[in-house]
């Protein structure tokens, strides 16, 4: 599932178009981290292939221990079974980080689709990740900004047509969502849910078809985290 998760997060018109975002929304994509803002802990469930696993994230921990296995469809891991999970995060480090929203959006691409009192919608192209990328040309991004807290609601990463990402492999729908929180007091604006739907072939006859949900909850700093032990 977690490769799954980072396979799509990788990826992973109703008005005319005529507006150029507004400067402080640029200034918000340099700084925006899909994942959310760091030194928070948090509850994951992932619900894909007809199955829910929950994790538990701690970011009070070293880096290797911070996931731990809650449940794996509804059944409560033995030791064995959290070793294995364990084991899993020692055999690659975590220390690279995540491209920039804002170096993945072609910037001179992005227009105002909608606008209500509290919020603007933009759309915009994504950037070829390298030279022989054969789908960024296919993708884009839809970006929900709030105006009063200067924070993304949503961000939709969308195909706008059908496309052969690799010899064989058709993929006629692709969309990802991800939704925050708007802040609130002393929190910032959180990661909330990513949902993912795939629609395709493999060489011709294979269904690829694939939904995932993957939600957030339970939110702690990480001075909570250390005071409950």
Known sequence: MRMMIFLFLTLTSVAAPSQSPKPEFAEVLKRFRTEGPKGWSFTQSTTAEGRTMIERYDSAQPEFNRWTLVSDDG????????????????RYSSSGTAPQLSDQIDQTSLVVEAETAENITYRGRLK???????????????????????????????NTAPFAPSFGVKIEQ?????????????????????VTRLRGTAFWLKSIDADMTVAYSAYAPAEASRATR
């Open 75 to 90: 059944r409560k891991p033995n030791d064995e079974a959290q070793r294995r999970y364990r084991d899993k995060f020692s």
């Open 128 to 158: 070829p990740s390298e030279k022989e990328d054969r789908t960024a040309a296919f993708l884009r991004a839809v970006i929900v900004w709030h105006k009063a807290t200067g924070t993304i609601e949503s961000l939709a990463i969308e």
């Open 174 to 194: 692709m969309k990802t969502t991800m939704t925050y929180s708007l802040p609130a007091q002393e929190r910032p604006s959180l990661l909330l849910s990513v």
